[in-house]
């Protein structure tokens, strides 16, 4: 094994090693792809409270191979808090009250083989059974035509293997939460970071418009010089099989007064291209950072939301159970703010 998932394996060693790392984090191989006679595993790592009504945060990265960046900052956040669990009392007392669940790289395949989607071709953002309520964009919104065409969502009805191994993992880790954030990591075009939350399915508002807003807010508030665009995914474009979107209907189910909101980070390629051009003309330069000091940037630029999602959960009811007047003003609010 090299690269990324040789790292992870070598974190997850060193937890397994070390007698009091091992009591925080639990190191797992949730499934293993086998692409052409190539076995790629998928990892997780579990960090923190075991028990199951906690705050949960849900990180991943990965799901579209060829935006590696998006895997490699998992893994740098990852990384970056199992050597402080080492040293750092505050931290451990924070996850002794919350939990962490990171998928640092969903679709392996696509990471090494330098492919958006899986190895069947599928795009694991595109592969879930939620359909359109609205128009979509032809052929960028998912299609079945052809393999051989990006955005191909797969069989109807059935999830690939990756999606599948996150779907165990997610509702085993967070099905009993009070409270759930997940964040996906992602990178395409565009100038500025946009965080964007559900729905990809519908222009209409997100369940839980009030608690983002109050979310948001409080974001707003503790980093006035934050660098993201926070808005719905259907701000941008309409798709098909939104895999998001599809954890968040089934939750509703299992866990109807569970307050679950999935973000997903789409870092802006456009700065990294312009400073360096030539990136144009290499297959994975669009989607990432090819020098290694604007890589570390990345890396350093999104420690500050990663802490906030941490510490949000750890204090949520102050924006995640709102007493009605609150919850009036916030409606209103983030009704004004993103849906007029
Ligand atoms: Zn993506």
């Not at 900052?73 to 970056?80: C, D, F, P």
């Not at 919350?98 to 696509?110: A, S, Y």
């Not at 350093?300 to 510490?311: N, Q, S, V």
Request: charged share 25%; hydrophobic share 40%; net charge positive.
């Amino acid at each position: 094994m090299t690269g990324l998932l040789a790292d992870l394996q070598k974190l997850g060693r060193m937890v397994n090693q070390d007698d009091e790392l091992k009591k925080l984090v639990h190191f797992e191989t949730l499934k293993e792809i086998i692409y052409k006679n190539e076995t790629f595993p998928i990892f997780s790592f579990t960090i923190g409270s075991n028990n199951p009504e906690h705050p949960t945060l849900f990180m991943t990265g990965g799901v579209h191979g060829l935006e590696r960046v998006g895997a490699q900052l998992a893994w740098s956040l990852l990384k970056t808090t199992i050597d402080r669990l080492v040293w750092d009392q505050s931290l451990k007392e924070l996850f002794q009250n919350i939990r962490l669940v990171v998928v640092p790289l969903v679709n392996p395949v696509g990471y090494y083989k330098f492919k958006r989607s899986n190895g069947n071709d599928v795009d694991l953002m595109r592969n879930s059974p939620v359909i359109s309520k609205e128009k979509i964009p032809f052929l960028l919104g998912g299609q079945r035509i052809s393999k051989k065409i990006a955005w191909y969502q797969g069989t109807k009805d059935i999830l690939e293997e990756e999606n599948a191994a996150l779907y165990t993992k997610f509702f085993e880790s967070c099905k009993k939460s009070k409270c759930i954030l997940a964040i996906d990591f992602h990178s395409g075009f565009g100038m500025k970071d946009r965080i964007w939350f559900p729905y990809s399915y519908t222009k209409e508002p997100f369940d839980h418009v009030a608690e983002i807003d109050a979310f948001t807010t409080l974001f707003e508030e503790t980093h006035p010089y934050h660098i993201y665009k926070i808005e719905p995914q259907s701000k941008g474009y309409l798709l098909n099989g939104d895999i998001w979107d599809y954890f968040f209907l089934e939750m509703r189910k299992v866990n109807p007064d569970a307050i679950f909101i999935p973000l997903t980070l789409e870092m802006g390629s456009w700065t990294w291209v312009r400073k360096n051009p030539w990136q144009l003309f290499s297959k994975q330069g669009i989607f990432n950072p090819m020098k290694v000091h604007r890589l570390k940037r990345t890396y350093r630029r999104h420690h500050l939301l990663y802490d906030f999602l941490l510490k949000a959960l750890r204090s949520h009811p102050v924006w995640s159970e709102l007493d009605s007047t609150n919850k009036l003003k916030h409606l209103n609010s983030g009704m004004t703010r993103w849906y007029e």
